[in-house]
């Protein structure tokens, strides 16, 4: 390599090692698309950030503020932790040019309102963690575009209200994890937290908070426990109302329900409702029907069914000529595989009444059961044709019984000899013939000599 080519690469690599944006900066430690900059005493952010970090750490530091833009370089991020600051407030298009994220994490700061702007644009976020923040209110909008949520943290603020109506079948698909537990929450709106979709009722825990003990609250928490939801399973003890609005008179209602002896609990929920259908089986090869029969009627229904094998499939989605969703809601399969056993779920909803309804079956394919007759009764065939001619061989060889008399042997038997044929491997010489015992009944041990005829007598 000459001189020139030789100072030609320093010029690149001294560009580029001056390239402020790909410089890792002082206080912090980067390793491949990991850049953490946590417990470094920042104020605000540093001017040099790779570019091409994935996941940045920036917690346990001193941010009051995040400004618009702070991440516009950044288009592969997709790990954001600045838990464990000061931030009071996120400024408009703070994340514009980072739609890449999936998790962030803002808990343990001091967030009091959260804007509907703060997370515009972060389509593809999976994880929000709010939590241990001094939040009161959550703004109607908050959550509207996150339509890849699956998390979301609320725990430990001050809330009072939250927007539950904005939370949807179509807006939030993937949501199953909704935390509210330990606010400030002392009446919900009722009818919008069992308009939820199945998915966020089973995820969403309300435990510690100040609920005012009424009918419509027990009746929800009673459905919920029936169904046997990890949120009351495992808070139990944790699920406290007050009476009559008084603080002092408060009742763990899970464990003790004498004050609700008079509230009607058996329609006070009537949807969702999901229905459990255990025994659904089809052999391979065969046709089958699921039926979505919930308890809503009428025209305005439409129906989505999660299987294991396809994923969501719709009136609209369906591509497979195997497959068919009626516009009743049924599912046909045809020519079911086994690969197609597992739980399917359909999701019947009321666009116009806010309502849904849920049905799980567990289909499994089976082989059929002719195939599997089949192969028992060869089996079972084959070992009684062994089992014959094994008796076959063993009794239905010669007599030898002393009514069956052998004929003498000849006095001086004459050898055939055939000058065109070889000798038999199998033939006794002619100075052995003596040895030959005349009980032989072997075919091919027999010697080939010519006999006399015999009389019978």
């Given amino acids: 390599m000459t001189f020139g080519m030789y100072s030609i690469c320093f010029l690149v690599l001294l560009y580029l090692f001056h390239g402020s944006e790909e410089i890792c900066p002082s206080m912090c430690l980067c390793v491949s698309d990991i850049v953490s900059c946590s417990s470094s005493g920042l104020t605000k952010l540093p001017q040099s950030l790779p570019s091409f970090s994935v996941t940045l750490d920036l917690s346990h530091n001193h941010f009051s503020w995040l400004g618009p833009g702070s991440f516009k370089k950044m288009s592969r991020l997709e790990n954001l932790q600045m838990a464990h600051n000061q931030i009071r407030t996120l400024g408009y298009g703070v994340f514009h040019n980072a739609s890449g994220l999936r998790h962030l994490d803002l808990s343990s700061n001091r967030l009091q309102v959260v804007e509907e702007h703060y997370f515009q644009g972060l389509w593809r976020l999976e994880e929000l963690l709010l939590f241990n923040n001094k939040i009161a209110q959550v703004e109607s909008g908050t959550l509207s575009g996150l339509s890849s949520l699956k998390k979301a943290y609320f725990s430990l603020n001050q809330i ?4 539950f109506f904005s939370i949807r079948d179509h807006s939030h698909p993937f949501l199953t994890m909704l935390d509210l537990s330990s606010n400030r929450l002392n009446r919900l709106p009722w009818e919008d937290v069992k308009a939820l979709p199945g998915l966020v009722q089973r995820g969403l825990y309300l435990h510690n908070n100040s609920l005012i003990c009424d009918c419509s609250m027990y009746s929800v928490f009673w459905h919920w426990q029936l169904r046997n939801y990890d949120s009351m399973k495992d808070f139990t003890d944790e699920h ?5 609005g008084d603080s002092h008179a408060s009742i763990r209602f899970l464990l003790h329900n004498r004050f609700f002896h008079n509230c009607t609990v058996e329609k006070a929920v009537s949807e969702p409702v999901t229905v459990y259908l255990s025994a659904v089986s089809v052999s391979e090869g065969g046709k089958v029907h699921l039926d979505c029969e919930t308890s809503l009627r009428g025209a305005n229904l439409s129906f989505t069914w999660l299987s294991p094998s396809k994923g969501r499939i719709t009136q609209a989605s369906v591509n497979d000529t195997l497959i068919n969703v009626f516009a009743n809601g049924t599912l046909e399969i045809q020519g079911a595989k086994v690969n197609d056993s597992g739980l399917y779920v359909c999701t019947a909803v009321d666009i116009k009444q806010a309502l849904n309804a849920t049905r799980e079956v567990n289909v499994t394919v089976v082989l ?26 063993l009794y239905l060889t010669p007599c030898r019984c002393s009514f069956c008399k052998q004929p003498k042997p000849a006095a001086n038997p004459t050898a055939a000899y055939n000058p065109n044929a070889l000798t038999s491997v199998f033939s006794p ?29």
């Fill in 160 to 163: 009072t209200h939250f927007p």
């Fill in 240 to 244: 406290t109302c007050t009476i009559y």
């Fill in 368 to 393: 059929p059961a002719q195939e599997a007759f089949n192969t028992g009764y060869t089996t079972l065939l084959g070992c009684a044709v062994t089992l014959i001619l094994i008796l076959m061989y």
């Fill in 429 to 457: 010489s002619m100075r052995d013939e003596h040895k030959i015992p005349t009980d032989k009944h072997v075919a091919f041990l027999e010697p080939m000599m010519t006999r006399p005829k015999q009389e019978i007598i």
